[in-house]
Every structure is written in C-alpha cells, then in structure tokens.
C-alpha cells in the first residue's frame, strides 16, 4: 500500500461547479487520473482537476493559489520532464478539451488545449491541410507547441510556434484572455517557445498548410558497418535539398518484441512535403547511391500512417530521459563520437535523433520568437526509453555521457521540450543556456507582466526575478 496518500484543504466546495470532474487521493479513479506518459515520474497530486470546458481552469487555479498549492499543467500528458504533475498539489488535466475545428477555405485550425498531433492530423488531412507538428502522432498540442515545435515539418513550414496564429490564455489572476499578433502582443511573443509559464492555454489557432495526403516517404536502414558512411553522406546530401525535404538521422536499439530484430541500427527517415512524387524519389537517389542502405522502406505513405509510425515504441508508461544538443557540424569527428558512443550501447532502448533543421524555421528573423536554435543546422535529442526500474541508473548514465560528448560541438541554444528532469537548483543559469541572455530578459519581462508570483513554476522556469 502507498504511504504517501495525500490530504486537501476543506472538502473542495470551492470546486463543486466545475463542468469537468475533480479527483482526489482516495477515489477509484485517482490513479489512473494521476499517472503521466514517463512512468519514471510517480508523484501524487492532492487533487486532479479534469477540465470539462475552458471555464474549468480559472477556479482550479484560484482553489491552489487560495490554499498555497503547487500548480501543475497538463495537456496533452507527453511532456517527457513530468511538469504535468505535482505532489501534494493541484493539476489542471486538459485531455478533455482536444476539440479540433478546420476552416478549410480560410487555412485555419483551432485546437483545444489537450489535443495530440494526432487529432489535428486526423481533422486536416480530408482537407490536404496539416499544421507543423511533433514526430509522433500522440505528443500533445500545447506542450510542444509552447517550447517551439520541431517535426517532420519543420523545413517545410516552420517550427510549430511559426503557424501560431493566436490563443485563448487563462492567466494567473483568472482571466481569460485572447492573444494574437494585435492583441497582448507581449504575452504572444512569449507563448511561441517560452514554454507553460505565462498561463494555461485553453485553445490555439494555428494557420494550416497545403500537404498530399499521401507523401513520399521512408526509411533508409543501416547495419553497424555502415554507420559513420551513411552520416557522413547525409551530411553532404542535406547541403543541397530543397526545404520540402525533412529527414531525421536516428540511432535505434530496439526493443526485442519491436519487430526490427536484435542488433541495433542506423534510420535515415524522411518525408517530401510536395505532390510531386517523382521529384521526391529523385532527390533521394543520390543519397542511396553515395549510402546504399542494408534494408529500406520507401514509397508513398499516408500523411497520418507516417507521422504515427513510431507511436507503438513508447506507449504511455514509458520510462524516459532526454538531453539535446544544437550542432552545426558533422564531419568525420563528430560522427566518430557518436559512432563510438552508440556502438558501445547494449541495452534496448537507446537512442537519438538528429533533425535537419534550417529551411522555413530558420528564415524567421532571430529574436521574433523565443526560440533559441534557428540557426543550427542540426538538433538532436539524445534519449533513452525503457520498461523497467532495474535500468534507470544505465540507460540515463549513457544519454548524459552521449550529451557530454557532444557539448564540444554545441552551438547556442537548447530546446526546452528535449530537456530531462533533472534537478536544476539554479533555473536562472539553465535558462540563460537555453535562450541566451536577451531572450531571456524579455522572458523574464513577460512573466513579471502576466504571472509575478511565479504561480506557473513547473515547467522550463523563467521566475520573474
């Protein structure tokens, strides 16, 4: 039995009117409303919060500031850090609000606050329409939308901060308000990659962006013999492609039931955002010439099959933790580290990804969004997922050693939605990291407008002083 049964002040009258529903230790359903996507967080709310509709989330947050209880934010639930729970706490859990509404002539989507990438493909694509999202189709909106957004269509379209048009916020002191270029222009800038602390975003509208249902799409599969060949010519190749071409390096050691087999591998994946097939198929004929591939999978896709491909690898439950670095390199050093690094794994599931960036993301002028990394020609997110306890000391252990690795090589900036839970005492030094010291001062500028009491503290932190 649990010893760490937590308590609420009062009964929650204050909470009686709620549209939603309110779970509190104790009830049949409290752990399962408490339980996150990274089963290394275990933590045990006071009270869970479950919005039945965007006027749900003012009284939640003016209960936990009355009764001086830690706040938690929950959208989607992906957020690999855990910030969507608290122990002892309030957590506002916005999964019931994942409405998503297309306006087809106008290329507009709104989008609850708890909807995943999922919903929004399923909604866009009878339109050929998609919005600039994450690389697995049950991330949530709101989280990664609020650190930035980097996907497989980021070279297209941008980052998905870049097609955030507006959004719906309730602030600290309960108000709701809407934000857009015009309106709260401050409180804007700062949604579009400052993460979850200005407020709790009920909705976002995003612009759509024309995209084939089915794409020309695949995966270019390596053996360990291979591996520093096929980076060194992915290199070269992303030098000349146009931006409707993203491709994501990855190290995979799967897990033994995945149906890849035993060995580790290399995975050049990659999708073309236009109709034209052909043209698709021909750029990427040189690369398979100049890295000729063990095994491949390549040929049209629908656009809903291929962004939810590598959904059944990390189901909810998972363990996770993640570190990234923003490169600009990969010449035979570079890709000796990683080689070296990765082949010394042995344990399912290590891996990394590496995103070709630059494209629409990296045109959009340096300091218009709190973005930090535009100008990097590669990120990658340096993971490690996995299903029991008795690995946690291993499979962290290698993610930090590969992230020490590849300091030497990093360029400015880091992507808070890559970023672990670790135990950062000095939030003002990880921030000035990430964004670099006059994004933050503006950081910090916002969050002393809209939330001067530090009320929306657990995530990536900008504390207002």
Same mark, same amino acid.
């Given at each position: 039995?649990?010893?760490?049964?937590?308590?609420?002040?009062?009964?929650?009258?204050?909470?009686?009117?709620?549209?939603?529903?309110?779970?509190?230790?104790?009830?049949?359903?409290?752990?399962?409303?408490?339980?996150?996507?990274?089963?290394?967080?275990?933590?045990?709310?006071?009270?869970?919060?479950?919005?039945?509709?965007?006027?749900?989330?003012?009284?939640?947050?003016?209960?936990? /500031?009355? @009764?001086? !209880? +830690?706040?938690? *934010?929950?959208? =989607?639930?992906?957020?690999? $850090?855990?910030?969507?729970?608290? &122990?002892?706490?309030?957590?506002?859990?916005?999964?019931?609000?994942?409405?998503?509404?297309?306006?087809?002539?106008?290329?507009?989507?709104?989008?609850?606050?708890?909807?995943?990438?999922?919903?929004?493909?399923?909604?866009?694509?009878?339109?050929?329409?998609?919005?600039?999202?994450?690389?697995?189709?049950?991330?949530?909106?709101?989280?990664?939308?609020?650190?930035?957004?980097?996907?497989?269509?980021?070279?297209?379209?941008?980052?998905?901060?870049?097609?955030?048009?507006?959004?719906?916020?309730?602030?600290?002191?309960?108000?709701?308000?809407?934000?857009?270029?015009?309106?709260?222009?401050?409180?804007?800038?700062?949604?579009?990659?400052?993460?979850?602390?200005?407020?709790?975003?009920?909705?976002?509208?995003? /612009?759509? @962006?024309? !995209? +084939?249902?089915? *794409?020309?799409? =695949?995966?270019?599969?390596? $053996?360990?013999?291979?591996?520093? &060949?096929?980076?060194?010519?992915?290199?070269?190749?992303?030098?000349?492609?146009?931006?409707?071409?993203?491709?994501?390096?990855?190290?995979?050691?799967?897990?033994?039931?995945?149906?890849?087999?035993?060995?580790?591998?290399?995975?050049?994946?990659?999708?073309?955002?236009?109709?034209?097939?052909?043209?698709?198929?021909?750029?990427?004929?040189?690369?398979?010439?100049?890295?000729?591939?063990?095994?491949?999978?390549?040929?049209?896709?629908?656009?809903?099959?291929?962004?939810?491909?590598?959904?059944?690898?990390?189901?909810?439950?998972?363990?996770?933790?993640?570190?990234?670095?923003?490169?600009?390199?990969?010449?035979?050093?570079?890709?000796?580290?990683?080689?070296?690094?990765?082949?010394?794994?042995?344990?399912?599931?290590?891996?990394?990804?590496?995103?070709?960036?630059?494209?629409?993301?990296?045109?959009?002028?340096?300091?218009?969004?709190?973005?930090?990394?535009?100008?990097?020609?590669?990120?990658?997110?340096?993971?490690?997922?996995?299903?029991?306890?008795?690995?946690?000391?291993?499979?962290?252990?290698?993610?930090?050693?590969?992230?020490?690795?590849?300091?030497?090589?990093?360029?400015?900036?880091?992507?808070?939605?890559?970023?672990?839970?670790?135990?950062?005492?000095?939030?003002?030094?990880?921030?000035?990291?990430?964004?670099?010291?006059?994004?933050?001062?503006?950081?910090?500028?916002?969050?002393?407008?809209?939330?001067?009491?530090?009320?929306?503290?657990?995530?990536?932190?900008?504390?207002?002083?």
């Amino acid at each position: 039995m649990d010893d760490r049964r937590t308590t609420v002040p009062g009964a929650l009258d204050e909470l009686r009117d709620v549209a939603g529903t309110v779970v509190r230790d104790g009830d049949p359903d409290y752990d399962e409303a408490r339980r996150v996507w990274n089963g290394l967080i275990d933590k045990r709310p006071a009270a869970v919060v479950r919005a039945g509709a965007p006027e749900d989330v003012a009284p939640a947050i003016a209960y936990a /500031r009355r @009764h001086d !209880l +830690p706040l938690a *934010v929950r959208g =989607g639930g992906h957020g690999v $850090a855990g910030n969507g729970t608290v &122990d002892g706490g309030v957590v506002i859990d916005l999964a019931g609000l994942r409405t998503v509404e297309v306006d087809p002539e106008a290329r507009t989507v709104r989008v609850g606050g708890g909807a995943t990438w999922g919903d929004v493909d399923r909604a866009t694509v009878p339109f050929e329409l998609a919005v600039p999202g994450g690389v697995v189709s049950t991330t949530g909106v709101g989280g990664l939308t609020l650190g930035g957004g980097v996907g497989w269509l980021t070279r297209p379209f941008g980052l998905s901060i870049d097609s955030l048009l507006g959004a719906d916020v309730v602030t600290a002191d309960g108000r709701l308000v809407h934000v857009n270029e015009a309106e709260h222009p401050d409180l804007y800038w700062g949604l579009r990659g400052g993460g979850g602390n200005f407020g709790v975003v009920t909705s976002f509208t995003f /612009r759509a @962006h024309p !995209l +084939p249902a089915t *794409v020309y799409a =695949g995966n270019l599969i390596y $053996a360990r013999p291979h591996w520093e &060949d096929a980076l060194r010519a992915w290199d070269t190749w992303t030098r000349e492609i146009p931006d409707e071409m993203q491709s994501i390096f990855s190290f995979i050691y799967p897990p033994p039931d995945a149906g890849f087999g035993e060995d580790p591998f290399y995975l050049l994946a990659f999708a073309w955002a236009s109709p034209d097939q052909d043209e698709g198929a021909r750029l990427v004929e040189p690369l398979r010439r100049a890295a000729p591939p063990d095994m491949e999978e390549v040929g049209p896709t629908p656009w809903v099959q291929w962004q939810s491909a590598f959904d059944p690898l990390i189901p909810r439950g998972t363990r996770c933790y993640m570190k990234n670095v923003a490169f600009d390199r990969l010449d035979a050093e570079v890709a000796g580290v990683l080689v070296r690094r990765t082949a010394a794994q042995t344990l399912p599931v290590a891996a990394f990804d590496i995103h070709h960036m630059g494209g629409a993301a990296a045109r959009v002028p340096a300091g218009s969004t709190p973005f930090p990394a535009r100008s990097s020609r590669f990120l990658t997110n340096m993971y490690a997922f996995w299903f029991g306890p008795e690995h946690d000391e291993q499979q962290i252990a290698y993610t930090r050693a590969l992230a020490a690795d590849m300091a030497p090589f990093a360029t400015v900036g880091s992507y808070v939605n890559f970023v672990g839970q670790d135990r950062v005492e000095d939030w003002r030094a990880q921030s000035l990291a990430a964004y670099g010291q006059a994004t933050l001062d503006r950081l910090v500028e916002v969050k002393r407008a809209w939330d001067p009491e530090n009320v929306f503290r657990l995530n990536h932190n900008i504390p207002p002083g």
